[in-house]
């Protein structure tokens, strides 16, 4: 078997482009996280002990993303919640790509599912936003090179 070799792994090379705008300021760590809604595959044993599975239709997803309280990106999915909220018009597509691996994750339409906590100290600290999706197809979580 051939050697890989050291793989890397550049957090600056993580893209988050929202309806056209890249989301930049990330937080210091647990920068992006994609959670599936639906079950995927579900299994069925019965009580003979045959098998079968069933696939839920459920495509959608939800992404936290976390920003630090200074990223301008804080105002612009402010500005699309707000819009979203006053005239359900903030559907916009979501590409997150690494470019140092083979990742790439991409919804024709995601929206801010709610306003973050947010608070101020005397220190930077970090906003979460979530968004939600509609059908996501072929999402690809990759390795690095």
Same mark, same amino acid.
């Given at each position: 078997?051939?050697?890989?070799?050291?793989?890397?792994? =550049? *957090?600056?090379?993580?893209?988050? !482009?929202?309806?056209?705008?890249?989301? &930049?300021?990330? $937080?210091? #760590?647990?920068?992006?996280?994609?959670?599936?809604?639906?079950?995927?595959?579900?299994?069925?044993?019965?009580?003979?002990?045959?098998?079968?599975?069933?696939? =839920? *239709?459920?495509?959608?997803?939800? !992404?936290?993303?976390?920003?630090?309280? &200074?990223?301008? $990106?804080? #105002?612009?999915?402010?500005?699309?919640?707000?819009?979203?909220?006053?005239?359900?018009?903030?559907?916009?597509?979501?590409?997150?790509?690494?470019?140092?691996?083979?990742?790439?994750?991409?919804?024709?339409?995601?929206?801010?599912?709610?306003?973050?906590?947010?608070?101020?100290?005397?220190?930077?600290?970090?906003?979460?936003?979530?968004?939600?999706?509609?059908?996501?197809?072929?999402?690809?979580?990759?390795?690095?090179?």
């Amino acid at each position: 078997m051939a050697e890989k070799g050291v793989l890397t792994y =550049d *957090p600056k090379k993580v893209l988050v !482009i929202l309806g056209g705008q890249q989301l &930049t300021g990330f $937080s210091e #760590d647990d920068i992006i996280t994609i959670r599936p809604l639906g079950d995927g595959m579900t299994i069925y044993v019965g009580a003979d002990g045959e098998v079968g599975r069933s696939v =839920d *239709p459920n495509q959608c997803f939800e !992404i936290e993303i976390s920003l630090a309280t &200074t990223s301008h $990106s804080n #105002d612009y999915l402010s500005s699309l919640y707000n819009q979203d909220r006053a005239n359900g018009n903030a559907l916009k597509p979501l590409m997150i790509k690494d470019l140092s691996g083979s990742t790439l994750f991409f919804a024709d339409q995601a929206w801010p599912q709610n306003f973050p906590e947010a608070g101020r100290g005397r220190q930077i600290d970090s906003v979460s936003w979530t968004l939600n999706t509609g059908t996501v197809n072929n999402p690809i979580i990759g390795g690095n090179d």
